[in-house]
């Protein structure tokens, strides 16, 4: 069961989603062709849910975070 009703659910097109990243459209595409970025196909459409966008995000800075160091 899903947690939000199909209404709610925000999906952007790849130029949306580049412009919002600030990256190339290109990049978009290879992120989804990667399975790095969930997407839905429609045809020849592609939808990116804004969900994805903010877990990709998330997930980037997560493993981004270095461990604590040990000071001697």
């Known amino acids: 069961m899903m ?3 199909f ?3 925000e999906l952007l097109t790849v130029a949306e989603v580049a ?3 600030r ?7 290879r992120k989804v062709r990667s399975a790095e970025l969930p997407a839905v196909h429609f045809g020849k459409s592609i939808r990116v849910p804004a969900t994805a966008i903010e877990a990709y995000l998330l997930e980037g800075i997560s493993t981004q975070k ?5 000071e001697a």
């Open 23 to 29: 990256v190339s459209r290109m990049t978009v595409y």
């Open 7 to 9: 209404d709610e659910v």
């Open 66 to 70: 270095s461990p604590s160091r040990q």
């Open 19 to 21: 412009t919002k990243l």
């Open 3 to 5: 947690d939000k009703k």
